[in-house]
């Protein structure tokens, strides 16, 4: 009896948990994004009300409307895309390198560059952001290092640029692809390799036609970690890509604080997550489709 | 094939020690031993997997010690396989042919045949997981005999199959081998399996070949106590050879041998159980005490005690005579070429 309780708390407190701080702020927002603005506090007319007939509902499609008209929205979403694509496909080329020495090392070491990996995390995501401002700017580290070097005669412009982004994304998520994929490269039997080698594969042949396939669970799941986050970025490029920077979580905030336009903001943020969750659909579908058959 | 002064060593272990070995073409060679001797190493040192320390391993006619091994014209069936999980039946046979640039059809047609060697004509667009254990071992040796190799390696190759499996599979193994004519060289720690199998075994302990012959040579005539008690049951004596031709037990009881050891020297008598015969028939005669029967079936195995406290195992094949029990008293005779004389 007491066990069985037990177990219905279990699954009641992260059910909770979830409805209390996911369902129910979503429910919110959804709200909100059907609503008015006004000037009040909070800044906008509440959907569901009271007035002296009884309950009142008061929602349009107004929000949706204005951000499917203005171009500014679009446009932010379609660079938000395209960055976070960019950034991600870059994570992938640099952390599958780092995942496939990890993997391959000696175990003894491999929980100390694990660390190595995930050692940045001790320090604020925000300070390390704002270190790369002195790295990048045109009186920063970077340019003064190509410039004595002789490299180059006058400072680069890499801040404010969406390299800069790129960079910053890649910097900061790179634990998150490595992770996963040196979970998906350590798990692959190395007798595999040596049946790879064995028949006449080298080294590359064996990577790209072996480990690369075997390991496609493992780059899914980075991609998506990287890639969600990347999408709706704000401090990457509010911080390192200046003020010309369309991206979707910077509009966002634009709208919410400084316009103080929270129904349209809470619109824009709906939108944002019915494209991410339909984006993992897709991908999970795909993932299952080609991974029939496999074990 | 050829192993000369072939060493490894891991650290301060010394897996492979100075093995000597010549393989003819066309064999089926086991290298048998217990965990630890260094078979699976030696395997993996013809593979290429690892690289010996010393010495040389020629294939073909050529030194390919140092030669990695997507180079050697060796191939290997794994213990458990490993097939290419993502791969169909198809694509896992072709994958070797494809790394050697083999031209399309060609590859086709090969892959065709390989597979209708083993019998699995018509799984080509199986996964592996989609196979019985026996049809991925079949696929393993497609995948590797599809590169006509000089020499294929198994390793433990029935030890990931159910029993009934692996006797079938032991004929076919061998009859692929036959129709082949390749050369096979097999790792097992299963002495049936070997004595089965192999035109030839090698016996390995500690790293160091012991002995090596045809099953019957290893089985009537080992060379150490070692090889006698690995292969088969055994009984093994202390004895003195008192006179030539005669040996004293511990005991007292005096067994008469045909050989030619020392008289004064300390040796080891081996004697296979199957060859004590029951009854009384010449020399070595003596009647014994069942102390313990085990039931087989079509034998028995007997714990018999000598009067002079020697005990004795003895097998003797049912169906002949009433069954025995426990307590029965028993006449037996060692024939005098039953008796393997050793080093102590």
């Not at chain 1, 960055?83 to 780092?98: K, M």
């Not at chain 1, 350590?186 to 064996?206: F, K, N, V």
């Not at chain 2, 010996?52 to 050697?72: L, N, S």
């Not at chain 2, 089985?219 to 088969?232: I, Q």
Request: proline share 6%; net charge neutral; aromatic share 8%.
């Amino acid at each position: 009896m007491s066990a069985n309780w037990g177990l219905r708390l279990a699954v009641l407190l992260p059910a909770l948990w979830l409805v209390l701080f996911v369902a129910w702020p979503l429910l919110i927002v959804a709200e909100i994004s059907f609503s008015e603005v006004v000037s009040a506090i909070p800044p906008y007319l509440p959907v569901f009300g009271w007035s002296e007939s009884g309950p009142s509902v008061s929602g349009n499609v107004e929000n949706y409307r204005l951000l499917a008209s203005d171009a500014l929205y679009t446009a932010s979403l379609l660079t938000s895309l395209r960055i976070a694509a960019v950034a991600t496909a870059l994570t992938l080329l640099i952390g599958l390198p780092i995942a496939h020495g990890i993997a391959r090392a000696e175990p003894r070491f491999r929980g100390a560059l694990l660390l190595l990996v995930i050692l940045p995390f001790w320090t604020s995501f925000l300070i390390r952001v704002y270190a790369w401002i002195g790295i990048l700017k045109n009186e920063g580290l970077l340019n003064e290092l190509l410039l004595a070097l002789g490299l180059i005669d006058q400072p680069l412009t890499i801040l404010t640029t969406e390299w800069a982004i790129h960079l910053g994304i890649v910097y900061a998520y790179l634990p998150f692809m490595v992770l996963p994929l040196y979970v998906a490269i350590e798990r692959i039997d190395p007798a595999l390799r040596e049946a790879a080698a064995d028949l006449g594969a080298r080294g590359t042949a064996t990577f790209f036609r072996i480990t690369l396939p075997l390991a496609r669970p493992g780059i899914a799941a980075g991609c998506l970690l990287v890639f969600i986050p990347a999408m709706g970025e704000f401090v990457i490029p509010d911080l390192l890509g200046g003020p010309n920077t369309l991206m979707i979580g910077k509009t966002l905030w634009v709208e919410f604080f400084a316009n103080r336009d929270w129904p349209v903001a809470a619109a824009l943020a709906v939108v944002l997550l019915v494209l991410v969750l339909v984006g993992i659909a897709a991908l999970d579908r795909a993932q299952r489709r080609a991974g029939e058959g496999l074990a | 094939m050829e192993l000369a002064g072939v060493t490894k060593r891991y650290g301060r272990v010394t897996a492979v020690d100075r093995v000597d070995l010549q393989i003819p073409k066309g064999e089926f060679f086991a290298l048998l031993g217990p965990s630890g001797s260094g078979k699976t190493t030696l395997l993996r040192l013809l593979a290429g997997f690892e690289l010996p320390d010393e010495g040389r391993v020629v294939i073909a006619g050529r030194d390919v010690a140092q030669v990695p091994p997507y180079h050697r014209p060796v191939n290997m069936v794994f213990q458990a396989y490993a097939l290419f999980p993502h791969l169909s039946v198809a694509r896992n046979v072709a994958f070797g042919l494809e790394m050697e640039r083999v031209g399309k059809s060609e590859i086709q047609a090969r892959v065709a045949e390989a597979l209708a060697q083993v019998e699995l004509s018509g799984f080509e667009d199986r996964k592996p997981d989609q196979l019985s254990g026996g049809q991925r071992q079949r696929v393993a040796i497609a995948r590797a005999i599809v590169k006509r190799p000089e020499l294929l390696l198994l390793d433990e190759p029935l030890a990931a199959l159910d029993r009934r499996l692996r006797e079938k599979t032991r004929a076919e193994l061998r009859a692929l081998q036959q129709r082949l004519g390749l050369t096979f060289v097999m790792v097992t720690h299963d002495q049936d399996e070997a004595l089965a199998l192999a035109t030839r075994i090698a016996v390995l302990d500690r790293g160091r070949i012991v002995q090596v012959g045809t099953p019957a040579e290893l089985y009537e005539r080992p060379a150490s106590r070692f090889v006698a008690e690995f292969l088969g049951d055994c009984n093994l004596l202390e004895a003195a050879i008192v006179e030539p031709g005669v040996a004293a037990l511990p005991g007292g009881a005096r067994l008469h041998f045909a050989g030619d050891a020392a008289p004064g020297s300390r040796v080891t008598l081996a004697i296979r159980p199957e060859k004590i015969a029951i009854g009384a028939d010449g020399r070595n005669t003596a009647v014994g005490t069942i102390e313990a029967v085990e039931y087989l079936g079509d034998i028995s195995h007997l714990q018999v005690r000598l009067p002079d406290g020697t005990a004795l195992e003895v097998t003797r094949v049912n169906g002949a005579g009433p069954p025995l029990v426990a307590g029965d008293r028993l006449m037996l005779t060692i024939p005098l070429e039953a008796i393997t004389v050793l080093p102590a």
